[in-house]
């Protein structure tokens, strides 16, 4: 039986680790969180599972890998090494359009070993991947024995710069350390190309290729979820919703993601519009400006005013 995986690609701050938390809170789901960070963060800088535990040290990350690899497992340095040199964001189209490097079919098998491994070990119907990266969105349909899914997250770029402008705490290491911050033009840039090319792959995915912004979940997340389960086909069975906007977030085993994918329990869900008051109008500009094109395709208005 094929593993269903729904991949949520975007450029970071859209809302991606707060859709992951929620499905993963599904009995039918388990959520990896961002996979792609598996080797770099999770085993090579040694940063913490969703869990607590370091993913090293998370019982079920090593059952997962024991599975997948038994007694030869990738050595998390090369891997890095390798899939930095694979799924560069810019060789993207390289990897929809043309026939693979064989360093790019060995990534390719190593990932799909452990997408099927993690089906297995978990018995889930539908594994979440919200690694946002689109090079990684583009082996996926590759992948033998996968059904793969694409949920593209927008958000308007002007949220989107002033959440990435903000200092973040990053718990998931050893020691305190606050999360990278990008400037207007850099997190504009970055959400430009990384949009684009996440568009792009939609006819990789074809019939299973789905954009959502963020302040339409925001608006309504329940029946934003309830869709997501009928796009991929699988039945939600338990889920965390109390009422349309609060729901109880269960403990996860997520490899990495923004600090948000920490917090369980129950959480009013609220559109977090902060930029809309704070903001400068110097950044609102420059952002507005940059993102013109693709701000018109989302939907989102080009006045600058609050
Ligand atoms: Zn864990």
Redesign the pocket.
């Known amino acids: 039986m094929s593993v269903k995986v729904l991949y949520i690609a975007g450029w970071g701050r859209s809302g991606t680790t707060i859709v992951d938390n929620i499905l993963n809170s599904h009995d039918s789901v388990f959520s990896t969180g961002e996979l792609f960070y598996l080797w770099r963060r999770g085993l090579v800088q040694r940063r913490k599972?969703?869990?607590g535990?370091q993913?090293a040290n998370?019982h079920?990350?090593r059952e997962i890998l024991d599975h997948a690899y038994g007694d030869s497992p990738p050595d998390p340095r090369e891997l890095t090494e390798l899939q930095r040199r694979v799924t560069r964001v810019r060789r993207t189209p390289a990897l929809i359009g043309s026939p693979l490097s064989s360093e790019a079919n060995e990534y390719r098998r190593i990932m799909t070993r452990l997408y099927h491994a993690i089906a297995d070990v978990t018995g889930a119907k539908l594994i979440v991947d919200s690694s946002k990266v689109p090079s990684g969105a583009a082996l996926l349909p590759q992948m033998g024995g996968v059904e793969p899914y694409l949920l593209h997250m927008v958000r308007d770029p002007r949220a989107v710069t002033h959440s990435w402008m903000r200092v973040t705490e990053q718990p998931d290491r050893g020691k305190p350390a606050v999360m990278d911050q990008h400037n207007p033009a850099d997190s504009t840039m970055h959400w430009l190309v990384w949009n684009t090319f996440s568009e792009r792959l939609a006819r990789t995915y074809p019939n299973r290729y789905l954009r959502l912004r963020y302040e339409d979940f925001a608006r309504a997340p329940r029946a934003t979820i309830d869709e997501l389960f009928a796009f991929t086909g699988v039945a939600p069975l338990e889920g965390p919703f109390l009422d349309d906007t609060t729901v109880m977030l269960q403990p996860n085993?997520t490899v990495s993601g923004n600090p948000s994918r920490f917090r369980t329990g129950e959480i009013t869900l609220r559109a977090d519009e902060r930029w809309r008051k704070e903001q400068p109008l110097g950044p609102r500009l420059a952002v507005t400006a940059m993102a013109l094109p693709l701000l018109h395709r989302y939907g989102y208005r080009v006045s600058v005013g609050a």
Do not use: N
Request: glycine share 12%; proline share 0%; net charge positive.
């Open positions: 599972c969703g869990c535990k993913v998370c079920l990350w085993h």
